[in-house]
């Protein structure tokens, strides 16, 4: 029998906790409370009771990659592209640094229309108007070159989830032209060259099984990043996978507060995800132990077409100009929206 005060504690002494302890925290959703209310306090350590806010600006939906979850994957005919200039995505900066963003994060599809010259001059445009911002990138696989390249010229961080760290499910989700090898050795890069770095899965992807969960907890582990990004799976009605079920609310909580007792330094968004499953998904995640929102800065006019699934939630407080109603939200789940850089602490 697991008693969840010794599981937690073996949780926290990091590499103490065996799988079955983890199965246990995984598979129990009775011991949910005591789960969030102990992630909660280790967040409280080491951040307070801030929340961090960033500012998502969608700067492409072209994507080269076919994975088989992805609304804007390249096979997908059903909607139109767009590409941002280098003029829109600094309107959107304007805009977001007035209303207190200190980190703008570029997001995008793999999308060759950009080429590294393209995207070396944005981030140092950005970064040499707002040198108190954080720029985080998250545009995919690159070479290492292309990523030291876009650091030398001022970003700071880099998104790049690995998605499952199982070699089989990895291809159970993706096309043979893509692979975990590389996807964590972009990561290693990465970390080498001096991003701050996040990692991160789906919860509930097609196929997906407790040890797959387990064995990407285990790769957190290894990897250390200073970000993890978990939401749940939510089907797209264009994408091989539009027949499959959403991922659980309660299993992403409770592994969102699992990594935040793994990794208690960790940046961990309450995903956009979270909060389309659920009304209150993103104020729940706050409570299991996340630290982090990322509303949408895109230019009004895009934000339908960055369709990573059905629903995506792009209005309300998922909008970066309604910033007033988030602020509100994370008050009633006990936390307070700050205007900073908001690094990790570690
Ligand atoms: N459901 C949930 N998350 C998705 N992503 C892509 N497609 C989906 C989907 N159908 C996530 C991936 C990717 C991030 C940008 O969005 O994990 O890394």
Redesign the pocket.
């Known amino acids: 029998m697991y008693n969840i005060y010794e599981v937690v504690s073996k949780l926290k002494n990091e590499h103490d906790i065996d799988d079955d302890s983890l199965r246990f925290l995984l598979e129990n959703q009775d011991i949910e409370s005591v789960l969030f209310s102990e992630a909660d306090v280790v967040r409280r350590e080491h951040y307070g009771d801030d929340v961090y806010i960033r500012g998502l600006i969608e700067i492409s939906n072209y994507c080269k990659n076919n994975?088989y979850?992805?609304?804007i994957r390249r096979d997908n005919k059903n909607i139109a592209r767009y590409r941002l200039t280098k003029s829109d995505i600094l309107e959107c900066c304007d805009a977001g640094y007035l209303l207190g963003f200190r980190t703008f994060v570029m997001?995008g599809g793999e999308d060759g229309g950009f080429d590294d010259n393209e995207i070396c001059d944005i981030v140092s445009s950005v970064k040499s108007k707002y040198p108190d911002c954080a720029i985080t990138l998250?545009i995919g696989e690159k070479s290492k070159e292309s990523y030291k390249a876009y650091f030398d010229a001022g970003a700071d961080r880099y998104l790049l989830?690995h998605?499952t760290a199982c070699d089989d499910h990895y291809q159970q989700l993706h096309p043979q032209s893509m692979s975990l090898k590389n996807r964590k050795k972009c990561l290693y890069n990465l970390k080498e060259i001096g991003y701050q770095v996040g990692a991160?899965?789906?919860v509930g992807s097609p196929f997906q099984t407790i040890d797959n969960i387990i064995a990407d907890l285990r790769f957190l582990q290894e990897l250390q990043p200073d970000m993890v990004?978990i939401?749940?799976?939510?089907?797209?009605h264009d994408?091989p996978?539009k027949d499959f079920a959403n991922g659980d609310l309660h299993l992403t909580l409770r592994i969102i507060a699992i990594v935040r007792l793994m990794l208690p330094y960790a940046l961990i968004p309450s995903t956009t995800?979270l909060g389309t499953i659920s009304n209150d998904g993103r104020e729940l995640g706050l409570k299991a132990g996340a630290n982090v929102v990322m509303p949408n800065l895109s230019p009004s006019a895009v934000r339908s077409l960055y369709s990573?699934?059905d629903n995506k939630k792009h209005s309300g407080s998922e909008a970066a100009e309604s910033l007033n109603l988030l602020k509100k939200q994370v008050e009633h789940a006990g936390y307070r929206v700050v205007t900073d850089v908001g690094n990790v602490k570690r």
């Open positions: 994975c979850y992805c609304g997001q998250s989830r998605e991160g899965f789906m990004g939401g749940p799976f939510i089907r797209h994408t996978f995800a990573l699934y």
